[in-house]
């Protein structure tokens, strides 16, 4: 990544630490569990998304931010819940216990509900109105909500769920990936443009860029439970395998499936022929790269 793209990193790092505070309070275990998720490193994709497409459209990152941190809060929160026994079970995130192994089941659930409703405090805040706009921060959170739920992201989980142990078709799993995956990585880009008052023309190019990168996201992610190591991935490999998963490689093949990945990646990265030259346009491209080229 760009240098640039480094600052804002550690920009949305320090901006979550402030957004979940510790306290000494009686539920102080409920914010340490919020905090060991949410401030557990990651590649904090989704959050430099809202601040990158805010910057291409014009935009000040200091509007962009509290909403960039709300959908990193809300990413973080399905983590914790996709890894809890009656979802998909997984004992490790990011190379250390997932949030239930480290906290109970009982208060990762809770860390969770917590973290989702903590995003929409943080995006409806009066600062962070004030910053964007009332009608910008009304849009923004309300795409963020759509993304969210039954029509997004809880939707796909529930399609992950009904399709285990079964043999389902490429567009199905098309369909759970763009859900469970894909919506809220459109739904950042589509945040900073709206967070920056970019035309429709502009906010179609960003849905149809990170439309393709999520998609490859979500192949190369199947690629690597394949081709990676448990050191590697920071949890363990083959858990595709182990669930009886349908993915891109049981489906096309390891070789096909890595095809698509970069064919998305061009996609993406031609999407952004409608923006203006610049260090924004060259880091999304690059982005884009790196995405599809990753190890873990």
Do not use: W
């Not at 809880?154 to 009904?162: E, F, K, P, S």
């Amino acid at each position: 990544m760009r240098k640039r793209q480094q600052i804002l990193l550690e920009q949305i790092e320090e901006k979550l630490d402030s957004y979940v505070p510790k306290t000494d309070t009686l539920y102080r275990n409920l914010i340490e569990a919020m905090r060991y998720s949410l401030l557990d490193g990651g590649k904090r994709i989704r959050p430099l998304l809202v601040l990158e497409f805010c910057q291409l459209c014009g935009g000040e990152v200091s509007k962009a931010m509290p909403f960039a941190c709300a959908l990193e809060m809300i990413h973080t929160y399905s983590l914790i819940h996709d890894d809890l026994p009656c979802m998909d079970n997984d004992d490790m995130r990011r190379g250390r216990p997932s949030n239930h192994k480290a906290f109970g089941e009982g208060l990762a659930l809770l860390a969770g509900d917590a973290l989702l409703t903590l995003a929409f405090e943080t995006m409806l805040s009066p600062e962070s109105i004030a910053l964007a706009g009332t009608q910008p921060a009304a849009e923004a959170a309300g795409t963020l909500a759509c993304a969210a739920g039954a029509h997004g992201m809880v939707g796909g989980q529930v399609i992950d769920l009904a399709s285990e142990g079964q043999q389902i078709p490429l567009e199905i799993l098309q369909l759970m990936d763009e859900c469970k995956t894909g919506s809220l990585i459109v739904a950042a880009a589509e945040m900073g443009c709206i967070l920056a008052g970019a035309s429709q023309e502009k906010r179609q190019a960003a849905r149809k860029y990170a439309s393709a990168i999520g998609l490859a996201f979500q192949i190369v992610d199947d690629i690597l439970d394949v081709t990676g190591t448990t050191e590697d991935l920071g949890k363990k490999a083959g858990s595709d395998a182990d669930n009886q998963k349908s993915t891109y490689v049981t489906l096309l093949g390891l070789e096909k499936a890595q095809e698509a990945a970069l064919e998305l990646t061009h996609q993406a990265v031609e999407a952004l022929d409608i923006f203006e030259e610049g260090e924004e346009k060259q880091g999304l491209a690059e982005l884009a790269e790196y995405l599809a080229s990753r190890k873990k």
